[in-house]
């Protein structure tokens, strides 16, 4: 199957006053459509920026794309024009993010907001109301007819994230790049994202960029696993072997981080960095 | 080109568009679901529906001002002005309810009964009072059409994309606040010449250096959430973001601006007269009528009902705005109920 996305030896910098710094240091890896990518990592490992670089969200400056390239179908990311760029934005590659709270506009109901989304990438569509109801309706909202008429700060933390996820879909991307979607929500709220995110997968036919830290959400839903950590990918594979036989000590010890249920109550390991850094380089 | 404005029916139709075009406006607006929720909570609120009718009262008398039909004697006269030709004129200041002049040398009988006591000129502070609406309206909504789409856009242009965009327009509002208002209003109305058309120019020009401020700050505030970046990330053009993300987040600001400073406004105008450069000598101001008081409150009997009449109206006009914009507000704010 021809790849759906290509990052090959992509390579960002920032600018900041004490010179350039690198936040992603080449990294290369593929994504067949439909397919499921956790790109685990520490805050700072780059793995957010990764992921807004693929569609070039990045602002410019500081950023700055020092090589490599963002092959999407084929195209290169990195070479198309503004309006290109957003008509690639939403329709190809849509995203969800942290805080639901902030991610929608205060001043505008669900519904205004998912249709402006529908309304910019699928003009064909002429009932905007019962498609913008239909999206509602498949990420799990009850009543949405009634719902969709509700300001942003009337729903929970979770009923936010799932009108976010909704926005994304209604664009119908081929690829969602979900970034830390459940680190504002509490723990039984993150399940439920989890699995309606791993419900979705199953009905639209859709790739997933799942960027989290947390090593333990990533089991059920992803069908590869790329652990970055300070700019590069140190180790990509399979989920199920790399959470089996992680071959990089730093995988290694954030599988160890993760509490384990009915463990021996123990402390639980932390990262000790300059020890990592230096085994590593 | 003069001439044509000139026409008393020329004024009129641009007075009855402006009209129109407001009640286009609202009729427009009336079909967005926004606007009918906002309605809805606002016909609930007993102090915005009162201060709203005061307002449409202010208004109806300054259209009432506005509008000239002719005349046999002089070349035309207001509505308002043919309305009240039957109040006689006196020669000097009269006390409200008064029998005769305030004369230091003779007294005289007077004509008339004025509710409201006479002017210098003889002429009645009541009518006066109500004429000077228009004048009001029209520096403070004039005005306000030119230095609030100014500042908010040229606000939001510098605080959302800030680099070259925003030093141009902090380098040219740092520029106009570096000179002194006064001095700047002047030479503009020299430039322009007198009238309540270039006033408001002139005042436009200068007064939307602190709204673009305050709008460039919020913009900035608001542009680094993330429902910003969400909106990118969704492929909306950036002119989209600009005018239906960030405009409806800071537009409270631009409402309470246009607010409190309206009655500044209004008092600029006096300013203005008293320099000389102000509005035409003979036009009915509520400026013009504070400003007389500095001697007329230093005659001996007290002539207090000018003075009383003009800062009375211009009380209920601001009171009316202030309260009418916080129903505003509090009615499209989408955390209440």
């Given amino acids: ?281 | 080109m003069a001439r044509f404005f000139d026409n008393i029916w020329v004024q009129d139709a641009i007075v009855v568009f402006g009209f129109a075009l407001v009640a286009a406006l609202i009729w427009r607006g009336s079909r967005n679901e926004r606007w009918q929720r906002a309605w809805k909570r606002l016909r609930r609120d007993k102090v915005g529906m009162i201060s709203g009718v005061v307002i449409a009262l202010y208004l109806a008398v300054g259209a009432l001002e506005a509008i000239q039909i002719p005349h046999r004697e002089w070349y035309s006269v207001s509505i308002l002005g043919w309305l009240t030709q039957s109040i006689p004129h006196e020669t000097s200041y009269s006390a409200p309810f008064a029998k005769e002049t305030l004369s230091v040398a003779k007294a005289e009988a007077l004509n008339g009964t004025h509710i409201l006591g006479t002017d210098a000129l003889g002429k009645d502070t009541f009518v006066q009072t109500l004429r000077a609406c228009r004048t009001a309206l029209i520096i403070g909504g004039l005005t306000s059409a030119i230095y609030i789409p100014l500042g908010t856009l040229l606000g939001i242009l510098a605080g959302y994309y800030r680099r070259w965009v925003d030093d141009l327009i902090q380098y040219i509002y740092s520029t106009l606040a570096s000179i002194p208002e006064i001095l700047l209003l002047i030479s503009i109305l020299m430039v322009l010449g007198k009238g309540l058309g270039t006033m408001s120019i002139a005042l436009g020009v200068t007064s939307w250096v602190g709204l673009c401020r305050l709008i460039r700050g919020e913009t900035m505030r608001q542009a680094e959430r993330p429902y910003i970046a969400a909106a990118r990330s969704l492929g909306q053009s950036q002119w989209k973001i600009v005018t239906s993300h960030l405009l409806p987040n800071v537009l409270h600001l631009v409402l309470i601006n246009f607010v409190l400073g309206f009655s500044g406004l209004v008092l600029a105008e006096a300013i203005l007269s008293y320099l000389g450069v102000g509005s035409p000598v003979g036009t009915a101001s509520w400026g013009a009528m504070i400003d007389g008081a500095r001697s007329e409150l230093s005659r001996e009997p007290l002539v207090w009902w000018n003075l009383t009449a003009a800062t009375a109206a211009l009380f209920g006009l601001v009171l009316s705005l202030n309260l009418f914009g916080d129903a505003l507000r509090r009615a499209f704010d989408p955390k209440r109920g």
Avoid: W
């Fill in chain 1, 1 to 281: 199957m021809k790849p759906l996305l290509e990052v090959r030896n992509l390579a960002i910098q920032f600018a900041t006053e004490g010179g350039a710094v690198d936040a992603v240091k080449g990294i290369s890896f593929s994504m067949e459509p439909g397919e499921t990518l956790a790109i685990v990592g520490e805050s700072g490992s780059g793995k957010s920026v990764t992921g807004l670089a693929l569609t070039r969200l990045l602002p410019e400056p500081p950023a700055i794309y020092k090589s490599g390239e963002i092959l999407l179908e084929g195209r290169d990311v990195l070479k198309l024009s503004p309006g290109e760029l957003r008509g690639i934005r939403g329709k190809k590659i849509a995203y969800i993010f942290q805080e639901p709270s902030t991610s929608l506009n205060p001043v505008f109901t669900i519904r205004n907001q998912i249709a402006e989304a529908i309304k910019l990438h699928r003009r064909e569509v002429t009932d905007i109301d019962a498609e913008v109801v239909k999206y509602l309706d498949l990420v799990g909202i009850v009543d949405p007819a009634k719902r969709m008429r509700d300001y942003p700060h009337q729903l929970s933390g979770g009923m936010q994230q799932r009108a976010m996820i909704a926005m994304a879909l209604s664009c119908q991307p081929d690829l969602l790049v979900a970034d830390e979607p459940t680190t504002a929500l509490d723990v039984t709220i993150q399940a439920q994202i989890i699995d309606e995110l791993k419900q979705l997968k199953q009905r639209v036919k859709m790739a997933i960029i799942l960027i989290t830290h947390n090593f333990g959400i990533i089991s059920g839903i992803a069908d590869r696993v790329a652990v970055m950590f300070r700019g590069k990918i140190v180790e990509y594979g399979e989920t199920a072997s790399v959470l089996k036989n992680p071959q990089h000590p730093y995988t290694r010890a954030l599988i160890e981080c993760i509490p384990q249920l009915g463990a021996k109550r123990e402390r639980l390991t932390t990262i000790d960095h300059a020890a990592l850094a230096a085994e590593v380089g």
